[in-house]
């Protein structure tokens, strides 16, 4: 089945301790970004891939990492995690000059 | 000003009625459009895309563009109580996909 995998699906961490979330996806596909969606805000891109080991910054970077050593994984680093990360994670992938994109099934984070 | 702006709702509708959502854009730039349906508790799901003017139908679904008035809505006919859901609206412009912050659609019985 087709799907973009990202774990946890609920995490709860304390200010400051390093965190990785997993993106993987079996698709195939070159496009891979990473969203926060927060309540009024709406879904905000992070951080985004057009291919291995090719990353941008998207509206909001601050206090975030990504790598793509390989393809079909796109993992989010939070390096030291502050409260204001408290948010709604989402994983997405597409192919390249495909419109549509993909998402994962969340990832609701709570940093105390 | 908002790049893509949405009425946060609730906009309630009774079932088989029409329901109408809306959607503006600040960049006159932007070269495509999107509404993606997103469950309570789910990811968001692309159900329709649009990229000239005028209507785009599918099923029960009519995106319609107007780039003069940076305007895009959806339509929903005969709308069921499976289409509560909140409705993003997403705009291209080049390399970027701004989301607007959703409307939330309640269908009743």
């Known amino acids: 089945e087709a799907q973009v995998t990202q774990n946890p699906r609920y995490l709860i961490t304390v200010t400051g301790k390093k965190l990785t979330v997993t993106c993987s996806q079996n698709m195939n596909h070159e496009y891979m970004s990473w969203y926060r969606q927060d309540p009024g805000l709406g879904l905000r891109q992070i951080y985004y891939s057009m291919n291995v080991e090719v990353t941008d910054k998207g509206d909001v970077p601050e206090g975030y990492k990504v790598s793509r050593k390989e393809k079909r994984n796109f993992p989010l680093i939070l390096e030291s995690p502050s409260p204001n990360q408290t948010s709604l994670y989402f994983c997405?992938?597409?192919?390249?000059?495909?419109?549509?994109?993909?998402f994962g099934s969340g990832t609701q984070l709570s940093v105390l | 000003q908002k790049e893509v702006e949405q009425n946060s709702g609730p906009l309630s509708v009774p079932e088989g009625a029409i329901a109408s959502l809306n959607c503006t854009y600040s960049d006159r730039g932007s070269q495509s459009f999107f509404w993606y349906r997103q469950y309570s508790g789910k990811s968001p799901e692309l159900i329709m895309s649009?990229?000239?003017?005028g209507d785009k139908e599918d099923g029960r679904f009519t995106a319609q563009l107007n780039k003069a008035s940076q305007y895009v809505s959806l339509l929903i006919r005969d709308s069921q109580p499976s289409d509560s859901a909140t409705y993003l609206c997403?705009?291209?412009?080049?390399?970027?996909?701004?989301f607007g912050t959703g409307t939330r659609l309640q269908v009743f019985p």
């Open positions: 997405a992938s597409s192919l390249l000059g495909d419109e549509k994109l993909f």
């Open positions: 997403a705009v291209r412009n080049t390399d970027k996909l701004i």
């Open positions: 649009i990229y000239s003017n």
